[in-house]
T-cell receptor, first 113, second 112 residues
Protein backbone atom coordinates (compact mmCIF):
# COMPACT_ATOMS: atom_id res chain seq x y z
CA UNK A 1 0.00 0.00 0.00
CA UNK A 2 2.78 2.43 -0.99
CA UNK A 3 0.70 5.19 -2.65
CA UNK A 4 3.06 7.75 -4.21
CA UNK A 5 6.75 6.94 -3.99
CA UNK A 6 9.44 9.40 -4.97
CA UNK A 7 13.22 9.12 -5.03
CA UNK A 8 15.68 10.29 -3.95
CA UNK A 9 14.66 11.62 -0.56
CA UNK A 10 17.65 13.94 -0.26
CA UNK A 11 20.08 15.24 -2.88
CA UNK A 12 22.81 17.86 -3.00
CA UNK A 13 23.77 19.15 -6.43
CA UNK A 14 26.38 21.56 -7.67
CA UNK A 15 25.24 24.45 -9.85
CA UNK A 16 25.03 23.28 -13.45
CA UNK A 17 24.62 19.59 -12.68
CA UNK A 18 21.61 17.67 -13.91
CA UNK A 19 19.43 15.17 -12.15
CA UNK A 20 16.10 13.39 -12.39
CA UNK A 21 13.55 12.97 -9.63
CA UNK A 22 11.62 9.75 -10.00
CA UNK A 23 8.00 9.22 -9.02
CA UNK A 24 5.69 6.22 -9.17
CA UNK A 25 2.13 5.65 -7.98
CA UNK A 26 0.38 2.33 -7.47
CA UNK A 27 -3.21 3.62 -7.22
CA UNK A 28 -4.00 3.42 -10.95
CA UNK A 29 -4.47 7.19 -11.04
CA UNK A 30 -4.71 8.98 -14.36
CA UNK A 31 -3.27 12.35 -13.33
CA UNK A 32 0.13 13.12 -11.86
CA UNK A 33 1.78 16.33 -10.69
CA UNK A 34 5.07 17.84 -9.58
CA UNK A 35 4.99 20.63 -6.99
CA UNK A 36 7.70 22.56 -5.23
CA UNK A 37 7.33 23.90 -1.71
CA UNK A 38 9.22 26.96 -0.54
CA UNK A 39 8.85 28.94 2.72
CA UNK A 40 6.25 31.68 2.37
CA UNK A 41 5.29 30.49 -1.12
CA UNK A 42 3.15 27.47 -0.39
CA UNK A 43 2.91 24.71 -2.97
CA UNK A 44 3.45 25.72 -6.57
CA UNK A 45 2.71 23.48 -9.54
CA UNK A 46 5.67 22.86 -11.82
CA UNK A 47 4.21 20.44 -14.38
CA UNK A 48 1.31 18.07 -14.53
CA UNK A 49 0.11 15.16 -16.61
CA UNK A 50 -3.65 14.93 -16.88
CA UNK A 51 -3.40 11.46 -18.41
CA UNK A 52 -0.82 9.09 -19.80
CA UNK A 53 0.78 10.60 -22.86
CA UNK A 54 0.10 14.25 -21.99
CA UNK A 55 2.08 16.82 -20.03
CA UNK A 56 1.46 20.51 -19.44
CA UNK A 57 3.21 23.40 -17.77
CA UNK A 58 2.11 24.60 -14.39
CA UNK A 59 2.86 27.84 -12.59
CA UNK A 60 6.67 27.57 -12.41
CA UNK A 61 7.97 25.32 -15.25
CA UNK A 62 11.17 27.17 -16.18
CA UNK A 63 14.30 25.08 -15.68
CA UNK A 64 12.43 21.78 -15.54
CA UNK A 65 11.33 19.05 -17.89
CA UNK A 66 9.05 16.09 -17.27
CA UNK A 67 8.35 12.69 -18.73
CA UNK A 68 5.21 10.61 -18.21
CA UNK A 69 6.91 7.28 -18.78
CA UNK A 70 3.72 5.23 -18.37
CA UNK A 71 0.57 5.43 -16.28
CA UNK A 72 2.51 4.77 -13.07
CA UNK A 73 5.61 6.91 -13.50
CA UNK A 74 6.20 10.64 -13.86
CA UNK A 75 9.75 12.00 -13.67
CA UNK A 76 11.05 15.54 -13.20
CA UNK A 77 14.39 16.54 -14.68
CA UNK A 78 16.60 19.49 -13.84
CA UNK A 79 18.91 19.95 -16.83
CA UNK A 80 21.23 22.56 -15.32
CA UNK A 81 20.53 23.05 -11.63
CA UNK A 82 20.55 26.55 -10.15
CA UNK A 83 20.55 27.64 -6.49
CA UNK A 84 17.01 29.00 -7.02
CA UNK A 85 15.90 25.40 -7.50
CA UNK A 86 16.78 24.54 -3.92
CA UNK A 87 13.43 23.38 -2.61
CA UNK A 88 11.31 20.47 -1.45
CA UNK A 89 9.73 18.69 -4.38
CA UNK A 90 6.50 16.74 -4.12
CA UNK A 91 5.10 14.32 -6.61
CA UNK A 92 1.36 13.75 -6.43
CA UNK A 93 -1.43 11.92 -8.21
CA UNK A 94 -5.21 11.94 -8.46
CA UNK A 95 -7.84 9.70 -10.02
CA UNK A 96 -8.62 12.31 -12.63
CA UNK A 97 -7.82 15.98 -13.05
CA UNK A 98 -11.25 17.21 -12.00
CA UNK A 99 -11.10 18.26 -8.39
CA UNK A 100 -10.46 14.86 -6.89
CA UNK A 101 -8.28 14.31 -3.86
CA UNK A 102 -4.60 14.77 -4.62
CA UNK A 103 -2.32 12.21 -2.97
CA UNK A 104 1.20 13.42 -2.27
CA UNK A 105 4.49 11.59 -1.90
CA UNK A 106 6.73 12.28 1.06
CA UNK A 107 8.94 14.79 -0.71
CA UNK A 108 12.45 15.13 -2.08
CA UNK A 109 14.76 17.66 -0.42
CA UNK A 110 17.04 19.18 -3.06
CA UNK A 111 19.88 21.57 -2.31
CA UNK A 112 21.82 23.24 -5.11
CA UNK A 113 25.14 24.76 -4.04
CA UNK B 1 -0.76 37.10 -8.45
CA UNK B 2 -1.83 35.10 -5.43
CA UNK B 3 -5.25 33.69 -6.21
CA UNK B 4 -5.77 32.19 -2.74
CA UNK B 5 -4.69 34.34 0.19
CA UNK B 6 -4.21 32.53 3.49
CA UNK B 7 -3.74 33.94 6.97
CA UNK B 8 -2.18 33.83 9.45
CA UNK B 9 1.14 32.32 8.41
CA UNK B 10 1.70 31.02 11.93
CA UNK B 11 -0.61 30.35 14.84
CA UNK B 12 -0.07 29.28 18.43
CA UNK B 13 -3.07 27.91 20.30
CA UNK B 14 -3.38 26.38 23.73
CA UNK B 15 -4.60 22.82 24.07
CA UNK B 16 -8.38 22.77 24.12
CA UNK B 17 -8.68 26.07 22.29
CA UNK B 18 -10.10 26.84 18.85
CA UNK B 19 -7.73 27.25 15.90
CA UNK B 20 -9.01 29.41 13.05
CA UNK B 21 -7.32 29.76 9.66
CA UNK B 22 -8.76 32.04 7.00
CA UNK B 23 -8.55 32.03 3.23
CA UNK B 24 -9.84 34.39 0.57
CA UNK B 25 -10.05 33.80 -3.15
CA UNK B 26 -10.51 35.98 -6.19
CA UNK B 27 -11.62 33.69 -9.00
CA UNK B 28 -15.37 33.13 -8.77
CA UNK B 29 -15.02 30.12 -11.06
CA UNK B 30 -13.43 28.10 -8.24
CA UNK B 31 -15.85 25.39 -7.19
CA UNK B 32 -13.87 23.04 -4.96
CA UNK B 33 -12.12 24.11 -1.77
CA UNK B 34 -9.99 21.50 0.02
CA UNK B 35 -7.81 21.83 3.08
CA UNK B 36 -4.61 19.85 3.35
CA UNK B 37 -2.66 18.99 6.51
CA UNK B 38 1.09 18.48 6.44
CA UNK B 39 3.22 17.07 9.25
CA UNK B 40 6.97 17.76 9.31
CA UNK B 41 8.87 15.61 6.86
CA UNK B 42 5.69 14.37 5.17
CA UNK B 43 3.65 15.28 2.16
CA UNK B 44 0.33 17.13 2.50
CA UNK B 45 -2.78 15.01 2.95
CA UNK B 46 -6.41 15.93 2.36
CA UNK B 47 -8.14 16.88 5.60
CA UNK B 48 -11.57 18.13 4.55
CA UNK B 49 -13.12 19.78 1.50
CA UNK B 50 -16.20 21.78 0.60
CA UNK B 51 -18.08 22.84 -2.51
CA UNK B 52 -19.73 26.29 -2.66
CA UNK B 53 -23.28 24.99 -2.58
CA UNK B 54 -23.01 24.53 1.20
CA UNK B 55 -22.01 27.06 3.85
CA UNK B 56 -20.49 24.64 6.35
CA UNK B 57 -19.01 21.17 6.51
CA UNK B 58 -18.00 19.40 9.69
CA UNK B 59 -15.89 16.31 10.16
CA UNK B 60 -15.13 15.54 13.78
CA UNK B 61 -13.30 18.50 15.31
CA UNK B 62 -12.67 20.10 11.92
CA UNK B 63 -15.17 22.49 10.30
CA UNK B 64 -15.01 24.47 7.09
CA UNK B 65 -17.10 27.65 6.96
CA UNK B 66 -17.75 29.03 3.49
CA UNK B 67 -18.98 32.53 2.59
CA UNK B 68 -19.57 32.66 -1.15
CA UNK B 69 -20.56 36.34 -1.29
CA UNK B 70 -17.41 37.39 0.55
CA UNK B 71 -15.26 34.86 -1.35
CA UNK B 72 -13.86 33.60 1.91
CA UNK B 73 -13.58 30.27 3.65
CA UNK B 74 -12.06 29.20 6.90
CA UNK B 75 -10.97 26.15 8.84
CA UNK B 76 -11.94 25.82 12.49
CA UNK B 77 -10.28 23.21 14.68
CA UNK B 78 -12.25 22.73 17.86
CA UNK B 79 -10.64 21.41 21.06
CA UNK B 80 -7.20 21.74 19.48
CA UNK B 81 -4.69 19.06 20.48
CA UNK B 82 -0.87 18.93 20.33
CA UNK B 83 -1.25 16.25 17.67
CA UNK B 84 -2.91 18.87 15.45
CA UNK B 85 0.39 20.76 15.25
CA UNK B 86 1.12 20.85 11.52
CA UNK B 87 1.05 23.11 8.52
CA UNK B 88 -2.38 23.64 6.97
CA UNK B 89 -2.95 24.64 3.36
CA UNK B 90 -6.19 25.90 1.91
CA UNK B 91 -6.68 25.38 -1.80
CA UNK B 92 -9.11 26.02 -4.60
CA UNK B 93 -9.75 24.48 -7.99
CA UNK B 94 -12.16 24.56 -10.88
CA UNK B 95 -14.06 21.36 -11.62
CA UNK B 96 -12.76 19.59 -14.70
CA UNK B 97 -9.62 21.67 -14.62
CA UNK B 98 -6.28 20.28 -13.61
CA UNK B 99 -4.72 22.96 -11.52
CA UNK B 100 -5.26 23.28 -7.80
CA UNK B 101 -4.15 26.63 -6.40
CA UNK B 102 -2.76 26.47 -2.87
CA UNK B 103 -2.48 29.14 -0.18
CA UNK B 104 0.92 29.79 1.38
CA UNK B 105 0.20 27.64 4.42
CA UNK B 106 -0.33 28.20 8.15
CA UNK B 107 1.99 26.62 10.67
CA UNK B 108 -0.11 25.68 13.68
CA UNK B 109 1.44 24.92 17.03
CA UNK B 110 -0.80 23.64 19.82
CA UNK B 111 0.87 24.00 23.19
CA UNK B 112 -0.07 21.94 26.27
Amino acid sequence: NAGVTQTPKFQVLKTGQSMTLQCAQDMNHNSMYWYRQDPGMGLRLIYYSASEGTTDKGEVPNGYNVSRLNKREFSLRLESAAPSQTSVYFCASSVTASGNTIYFGEGSWLTVV
Amino acid sequence: QQQVKQSPQSLIVQKGGISIINCAYENTAFDYFPWYQQFPGKGPALLIAIRPDVSEKKEGRFTISFNKSAKQFSLHIMDSQPGDSATYFCAASIGGYQKVTFGIGTKLQVIP
